[in-house]
């Protein structure tokens, strides 16, 4: 991986990073993809004390009711010519479907564009928080790595792979795509055939490529986008360094792809919304692909 360093990227106050590169003609393009009019959620669902495919580093997810139908069957009078039920969710921003935020990570306390990590306190994050972003509609190249002969759930998807992969689909990325991975670990972990500790991801020798090809987003069906173990020795997360904190590059994870599998098309529109949580460093997603 070489050396690549995106400060001033976008300007030296900018806090939304590659979204910038998703502009109309990007959206548009996006458009241009939803050719059949198909939509398919890529979202993971979410239940109460099931972590799922999260990493255990993450608590489970808390889904309590705060008034049902058993209230009125005690008694409780319905008013005003109706009744009604609520609920409430506590749930960890990294913990299901999500997108993070650029002041996810960083190194040496620098993050993007050159913001300290002592920005980011007990109140969430001063800068870079996940509430800048908004919402993003652009086309995504979609790569199914889960259908080739080996089908590994550790598998390092380097450079080359994803070129090679991308060329015989026919597509030529341009600034403001997306990129959608399908690795095959979730489809494996909900098999039984794989674990949290060893998961198929990209190497991080795809970061000049995702930065030279002007990705903004890249999203993948696993826990971190990138391979885990990482196969740098001196860093855990060094794709998220290289495109997220060096470049601004999004990166969601967890997303559901099995329904993109099979006679897959080679781009997608993909809508994704964070929650518009001030000073959150993730949030939990809906992703939507239409084809």
Same mark, same amino acid.
């Given at each position: 991986?070489?050396?690549?360093?995106?400060?001033?990227?976008?300007?030296?106050?900018?806090?939304?990073?590659?979204?910038?590169?998703?502009?109309?003609?990007?959206?548009?393009?996006?458009?241009?993809?939803?050719?059949?009019?198909?939509?398919?959620?890529?979202?993971v669902?979410?239940?109460?004390?099931?972590?799922?495919?999260?990493?255990?580093?993450?608590?489970?997810?808390?889904?309590?009711?705060?008034?049902?139908g058993g209230?009125?069957a005690?008694?409780?009078?319905?008013?005003?010519?109706?009744?009604?039920a609520?609920?409430?969710?506590?749930?960890?921003?990294?913990?299901?479907?999500h997108?993070?935020a650029?002041?996810?990570?960083?190194?040496?306390?620098?993050?993007y564009?050159?913001?300290?990590?002592?920005?980011?306190?007990?109140?969430?994050?001063?800068?870079?928080?996940?509430?800048? !972003?908004?919402?993003? *509609? =652009? +086309?995504?190249?979609? $790569?199914?790595f #889960?259908?080739?002969? &080996?089908?590994?759930?550790?598998?390092?998807?380097?450079?080359?792979?994803?070129?090679?992969k991308?060329?015989?689909?026919?597509?030529?990325p341009?600034?403001?795509?997306?990129?959608?991975?399908?690795?095959?670990?979730?489809?494996?972990?909900?098999?039984?055939?794989?674990?949290?500790?060893?998961?198929?991801?990209?190497h991080?020798?795809?970061?000049?490529?995702?930065?030279?090809?002007?990705?903004?987003?890249?999203?993948?069906?696993?826990?971190?986008?990138?391979?885990?173990?990482?196969?740098?020795?001196?860093?855990?997360?060094? !794709?998220?360094?290289? *495109? =997220? +904190?060096?470049?601004? $590059?999004y990166l #969601?994870?967890?997303? &559901?792809?099995?329904?993109?599998a099979?006679?897959?098309?080679?781009?997608?529109?993909?809508?994704?919304a964070?929650?518009?949580?001030?000073?959150?460093?993730?949030?939990?997603?809906t992703?939507?692909?239409?084809?």
């Amino acid at each position: 991986m070489s050396e690549i360093s995106g400060n001033g990227r976008f300007g030296p106050a900018d806090e939304r990073g590659a979204a910038n590169l998703v502009d109309g003609a990007a959206t548009l393009r996006g458009i241009a993809a939803a050719g059949r009019g198909r939509v398919v959620t890529l979202a993971v669902p979410i239940a109460s004390n099931d972590r799922g495919a999260a990493a255990e580093m993450r608590a489970p997810p808390q889904h309590f009711m705060t008034r049902d139908g058993g209230d009125y069957a005690a008694g409780l009078a319905e008013r005003a010519g109706y009744g009604f039920a609520d609920d409430v969710i506590v749930l960890p921003t990294h913990g299901t479907t999500h997108i993070d935020a650029l002041a996810h990570v960083w190194r040496d306390g620098i993050m993007y564009n050159g913001f300290s990590a002592a920005t980011v306190t007990s109140r969430g994050a001063a800068r870079c928080g996940i509430d800048k !972003l908004g919402a993003i *509609v =652009t +086309r995504a190249l979609f $790569v199914d790595f #889960a259908s080739d002969d &080996d089908g590994d759930p550790t598998r390092a998807i380097t450079s080359r792979d994803l070129q090679q992969k991308i060329a015989a689909n026919g597509i030529v990325p341009e600034p403001g795509d997306a990129l959608l991975v399908r690795t095959g670990w979730l489809k494996a972990w909900r098999e039984g055939n794989a674990d949290k500790h060893k998961t198929a991801g990209l190497h991080h020798d795809c970061a000049d490529w995702i930065v030279k090809s002007g990705i903004a987003l890249v999203a993948a069906d696993n826990i971190a986008v990138e391979v885990i173990p990482s196969r740098d020795p001196q860093c855990a997360m060094p !794709l998220h360094i290289a *495109v =997220t +904190r060096d470049q601004g $590059v999004y990166l #969601a994870e967890l997303l &559901d792809l099995e329904n993109l599998a099979g006679p897959a098309p080679a781009c997608v529109m993909l809508v994704i919304a964070p929650l518009a949580i001030r000073g959150g460093v993730g949030s939990p997603i809906t992703p939507v692909a239409i084809f």
